[in-house]
Structures are given as C-alpha cells and as structure tokens.
C-alpha cells in the first residue's frame, strides 16, 4: 500500500480566538485516501509561508524562470493587522487556492512540503487554553459558497448547537471524545452516520448522537419525518440484530430506508419486515460503487451504539423522546398498500342525459338503475361520453366564450 495523500480538502471557516492575543484560525476538514477525515487549524501568515516554500521548491511551476509555465495558484500576501472583515474575505480565495493545490501534478500535490503542511498537528488535537472571559467565536461557511468561491456572501457568525451528555461516555480511539452526565458540547459537525464531531471546551472529537439530547426539549427539530414510500438502497456490510427492533440483513441486500434518523439507525423495510439499521453500512442505489480499499475501511469502523443500550440515563426533559414503533411502521405501509390497490370507482353512478320524449327537446339528467347482482363482478363500465350541448351549459363562462372564438373562426 502507498503513501496516503489528501484527495479532498474543505475549508469550513474560521475561528476568532482571544488567547493568548486576539487572532484567527482558519478550519479545514482534510479527507485522506485511508479514509481518515482530519479538522486542522491554520493561521493565515502561516499558509503563506506554506506558499513561497513550494514556490521556491518548484520554480519552473511558481513561473519564476517563465511566467508562461506557471500552474501553482496564487495567495495574495498577508496584512499587517488582520481584521474579521480581512478573515472573511479571504475565505473565498483560500477555498480556491486549495481546490487548485489538489488538482496540481502528483509531483506537487502529493510532495512530502504540502502533505506534512496539512498533517494533523498537536495543537489541532489540544488547542491552546481558552480565554478566561471571553469565549472563541466559529464562523463558519456555507457550503455553497465555498464552490462558488466568492467572498460577497459568505454567511455571518453561527452559533453552534448546543447538547447535553446524557450518560458518561468513555472513547474508544484517540479521535472520540470521552463525556461526562450532564457535560455540555457544542455540535460541530453532524453526520449521518450518527457520529457528531464535537466540542467540550478545550477538547474536540467524534461523540455517538445518542448519547446527546438537545437543551430545549427531549425531541430532535432537525429529524426527518417518516418517508413510507421508501428510498432503494444496497448494504455494503452484514449487520447481525443486537436488538428485537433490529434487521439482520447480509451484504449486497436490496433495501428500502423510510426513516432516517439522526443517530445513524435508520429504519428500513426488507419485503414486510422493518427494522433499524446502521446507516454507515447502506449505500444509495444511485452512487458510486467503492474500490475495495475503502470499503474494506468501512469494514472496520463500528456503528454508534443506541440509546436503548446506555445505562443509568439522566435527562433533564420530564417527556420521553418520541419514538415511532415498527408496529406503527408495517402498519402504515399496509394502508398505504390498500389505498394503492383500491380501485378508483366513484362511489356514484356518472350522470347520464338522455332526451324527453315529449318533443320539446330539453335536456333531463338521470342516474342510471342499480346494477344487479349479477353485474357485481363485472369490471365498471367506461361512463359514455358527454354531448356538446351538455358540456356548454357546465362549464364556465371563459371556457365558453373560447369554444364560441373558435368555432366562428
């Protein structure tokens, strides 16, 4: 196996921070090619000199011999004193620099300068001790603005969300987060697969959603609701049920997701069956098929444990969180089935017209006879088609008055 190298690089925003002195951090998420997703810190005066150390190591490239030959990206130098307008305008212009950076020659975009640049560092893991009165400040940048790479309309200060630690929680690598009862995180980044990346004051890591609950009320706002016609997807990975509300399903299996909830065990239904699933091992029928090096990767990732499993639960909500049954799940898709199957009969004979006899040449509505009982198993018959005079008088005034336009011309 290769060296690894970056093949995505995402810049989410930046932070202001206050000690030991006012400055600001620029936040990336790196995504290497084990798989391993990366957040890193990096001041702007330090990207820069990042910058002119490639440039002197690639000079044909940096154009210093021939302007013509020049591919490296430029970065405009640093200001003296940085502002939080400064900081923001910058956003747009570093999210393009590193897009250009991974699109550059192997020889560069995967030199052992830049790959050792964008390494986790140790203060990446242990930031600095936070300011005893003010706290740091994220911005962060939304997704579609950093693809269109302009600085006009980056979004403002976001507050991050706010959790509360249920029950204590002990990690089981490096990049988990170990949590108390009752500590307080702030939500970073939520992922399907039902690992938030989290923040508790000075310390950041991965934190299974089921051990959080929001401060307002016991209920998630962000929660999807129930999609009972079904999503198709494929299990790239066997799960054997741990639980009675849980699917046992062998990899390769057609399966249909019907809710998607936010602590990665989606519920999805197999023929009548339905069950929770883990999301990390589904795959969307219209994406990608993976090579084996990273799904043999997945392989060894666990799913997040669920909230059914954690001991000695203590909440600060007097309401339960609402929880939707799989009797509740089979018995909706049964009544949609039998809405499906229903055939569509009006429950009243059409109107039929038929003329007086007593000459005048009225037009007289009528509802034909009830059907014997012999006729009951008879397929409904198609109602004939109505007269022109009869669709004149019932429809309105505008409709008339362009069948009179057209019929004259």
Same mark, same amino acid.
């Given at each position: 196996?290769?060296?690894?190298?970056?093949?995505? /690089?995402?810049?989410?925003?930046?932070?202001?921070?206050?000690?030991?002195?006012?400055?600001?951090?620029?936040?990336?998420?790196?995504?290497?090619?084990?798989?391993?997703?990366?957040?890193?810190?990096?001041?702007?005066?330090?990207?820069?000199?990042?910058?002119?150390?490639?440039?002197?190591?690639?000079?044909?490239?940096?154009?210093?011999?021939?302007?013509?030959?020049?591919?490296?990206?430029?970065? &405009?130098?640093?200001?003296?004193?940085?502002?939080?307008?400064?900081?923001?305008?910058?956003?747009?212009?570093?999210?393009?620099?590193?897009?250009?950076?991974?699109?550059?020659?192997?020889?560069?975009?995967?030199?052992?300068?830049?790959?050792?640049?964008?390494?986790?560092?140790?203060?990446?893991?242990?930031?600095?001790?936070?300011?005893?009165?003010?706290?740091?400040?994220?911005?962060?940048?939304?997704?579609?603005?950093?693809?269109?790479?302009?600085?006009?309309?980056?979004?403002?200060?976001?507050?991050?969300?706010?959790?509360?630690?249920?029950?204590?929680?002990?990690?089981?690598?490096?990049?988990?987060?170990?949590?108390?009862?009752?500590?307080?995180?702030?939500?970073?980044?939520?992922?399907?697969?039902?690992?938030?990346?989290?923040?508790?004051?000075?310390?950041?890591?991965?934190?299974?959603?089921?051990?959080?609950?929001?401060?307002?009320?016991?209920?998630?706002?962000?929660?999807?609701?129930?999609?009972?016609?079904?999503?198709?997807?494929?299990?790239?990975?066997?799960?054997?049920?741990?639980?009675?509300?849980?699917?046992?399903?062998?990899?390769?299996?057609?399966?249909?997701?019907?809710?998607?909830?936010?602590?990665?065990?989606?519920?999805?239904?197999?023929?009548?069956?339905?069950?929770?699933?883990?999301?990390?091992?589904?795959?969307? !029928?219209?994406?990608?098929? /993976?090579?084996?090096?990273?799904?043999?990767?997945?392989?060894?990732?666990?799913?997040?444990?669920?909230?059914?499993?954690?001991?000695?639960?203590?909440?600060?909500?007097?309401?339960?969180?609402?929880?939707? !049954?799989?009797? !509740?799940?089979?018995?909706?898709?049964?009544?949609?089935?039998?809405?499906?199957?229903?055939?569509?009969?009006? !429950?009243?004979?059409?109107?039929?017209?038929?003329?007086?006899?007593? =000459?005048?040449?009225?037009?007289?509505?009528?509802?034909?006879?009830?059907?014997?009982?012999?006729? =009951?198993?008879?397929?409904?018959?198609? &109602?004939?088609?109505?007269?022109?005079?009869?669709? /004149?008088?019932?429809?309105?005034?505008?409709?008339?008055?362009?069948?009179?336009?057209?019929?004259?011309?």
């Amino acid at each position: 196996m290769g060296e690894t190298y970056i093949r995505h /690089m995402e810049l989410l925003g930046f932070e202001r921070r206050f000690f030991p002195s006012q400055h600001y951090v620029y936040m990336f998420l790196v995504k290497w090619s084990d798989l391993k997703e990366k957040l890193i810190y990096r001041k702007y005066p330090d990207i820069y000199t990042f910058h002119k150390s490639l440039k002197e190591m690639f000079p044909i490239e940096a154009g210093d011999i021939d302007s013509k030959d020049r591919i490296i990206p430029h970065l &405009p130098a640093p200001k003296w004193f940085a502002t939080q307008r400064t900081t923001e305008t910058r956003q747009g212009t570093l999210a393009g620099y590193c897009q250009a950076l991974l699109s550059l020659p192997p020889k560069i975009s995967r030199c052992q300068l830049l790959l050792s640049f964008f390494q986790v560092q140790p203060e990446d893991e242990t930031p600095p001790a936070p300011h005893p009165f003010k706290k740091n400040e994220t911005y962060l940048m939304s997704k579609d603005n950093s693809r269109s790479n302009t600085s006009a309309e980056i979004t403002g200060p976001i507050i991050l969300e706010s959790y509360r630690a249920i029950g204590d929680y002990s990690k089981g690598t490096k990049y988990e987060l170990s949590l108390h009862t009752g500590d307080t995180v702030e939500v970073v980044e939520k992922s399907p697969n039902g690992w938030w990346f989290c923040q508790c004051e000075s310390r950041r890591g991965w934190v299974p959603a089921s051990y959080l609950e929001p401060l307002e009320g016991p209920d998630e706002t962000e929660e999807p609701e129930p999609n009972y016609e079904g999503e198709l997807y494929i299990t790239i990975k066997a799960y054997t049920a741990a639980q009675e509300d849980e699917l046992t399903l062998a990899e390769g299996e057609t399966i249909e997701v019907i809710h998607k909830l936010l602590d990665g065990w989606w519920v999805v239904r197999k023929g009548e069956e339905t069950g929770h699933y883990p999301s990390m091992f589904l795959r969307g !029928t219209g994406e990608k098929r /993976m090579p084996d090096s990273e799904r043999n990767a997945i392989r060894r990732e666990t799913p997040p444990p669920r909230r059914s499993t954690i001991r000695n639960t203590q909440s600060i909500h007097s309401q339960r969180r609402q929880r939707i !049954t799989q009797d !509740t799940y089979r018995r909706r898709r049964y009544l949609q089935q039998r809405s499906q199957r229903r055939p569509l009969v009006a !429950t009243q004979p059409p109107l039929q017209e038929k003329r007086s006899n007593n =000459g005048n040449g009225d037009l007289v509505t009528s509802r034909p006879a009830p059907a014997s009982q012999e006729s =009951g198993n008879r397929l409904p018959s198609v &109602p004939p088609r109505p007269s022109h005079e009869l669709i /004149m008088e019932r429809c309105t005034e505008i409709t008339r008055k362009k069948a009179s336009f057209r019929s004259a011309s």
